[in-house]
Nanobody, 115 residues
Framework: VQLQASGGGLVQAGGSLRLSCAFS????????MAWFRQAPGKEREFVAS?????AYADSVKDRFTISRDNASKMVYLQMDSLKPEDTAIYYC????????????WGQGTQVTVSS
């Protein structure tokens, strides 16, 4: 599995960004897709995931929306009402539905939210 994330950038607080992740190499429909993020000096943390349904970290619930397009093998993260604390490198990840962890990771895309 190969993952290619894109869409990061610099945005003011309250603004929006949409991240994209392109999946290649296996049967996309068999994978749970997720976004994680890592801020400077902090541990990587879960943001959102989607298979049949979506799940979110409490810190982004009601502001971020994860979606997937199985036909094009893409996963998206729509980020609204961005806050400076959302600043981080965002990583796309894939977990086979029979696996117990995320074994495939994208290269990360930087999101910076200015106050």
């Amino acid at each position: 599995v190969q993952l290619q994330a894109s869409g990061g950038g610099l945005v003011q607080a309250g603004g929006s960004l949409r991240l994209s992740c392109a999946f290649s190499g296996r049967t996309f429909n068999n994978y749970v897709m997720a976004w994680f993020r890592q801020a400077p000096g902090k541990e990587r943390e879960f943001v959102a995931s989607i298979f049949w349904r979506a799940a979110y970290a409490d810190s982004v619930k009601d502001r971020f929306t994860i979606s997937r397009d199985n036909a094009s093998k893409m996963v998206y993260l729509q980020m609204d009402s961005l806050k400076p604390e959302d600043t981080a490198i965002y990583y796309c990840a894939a977990q086979h539905r029979a696996a117990d962890n995320y074994r495939s990771w994208g290269q990360g895309t930087q999101v910076t939210v200015s106050s």
